[in-house]
């Protein structure tokens, strides 16, 4: 490619970037504006972001996935749809390898919860002092980082169910 095509190339995919970037802000502000609108739905996503690690965009992607939070009957089946629960391979009476989580997940939702994981570990907490607890103990990161995700939606869980704020004394890990 030529040093002009390759300036071209660039102009364009820079165009495009941009276009997207726009049309992602557009949809988070539609979505904010729907969520903002409806009583029960604000309510929720303000109690949710209580929640450590929860934000602004994770609330709204869970509100949007869940109905509003009625989707699921419990915080193990969510917690399953976001691929944060680990399963065994086993075939009748073998257990074979390691646990691993299911490829049938929402993997917009797991890569935003895994985020949510990353930000509730790096702060002081309950959920910091879970990770590091479980990585003395000789477990992987990534291993310990998806339990953090699953707890932190057992709490959201409890929050919602609640209609209370999240207070770290009262769910501990």
Known sequence: MTGGAKQLVKAELERQLKALERSIANLEKAIKAIVNKDRELSRKNRLAQTVS?????????????????????????LVCYVGAAPFEKTSGSSVRGKT????????????????????????????R?????????????????????????????????????????????
């Open 53 to 77: 690690g929860i934000g602004p965009v994770l609330s709204s992607e869970l509100i949007a996935h869940t109905d509003g939070f009625t989707r699921f009957n419990t915080p193990r089946q």
């Open 129 to 173: 002092d879970y990770y590091l607890r479980k990585i003395a103990e000789g477990k992987r990161p990534i291993v310990v980082l998806n339990n953090v995700a699953g707890k932190i939606i057992h709490h959201l869980w409890a929050v919602i169910a609640s209609g209370k704020p999240y207070k770290p004394h009262l769910h501990l890990s």
């Open 100 to 127: 691993s989580t299911s490829s049938f997940a929402n993997k917009r939702l797991k890569s935003l919860l895994r985020l949510a994981a990353l930000s509730a570990v790096r702060v002081q907490g309950d959920l």
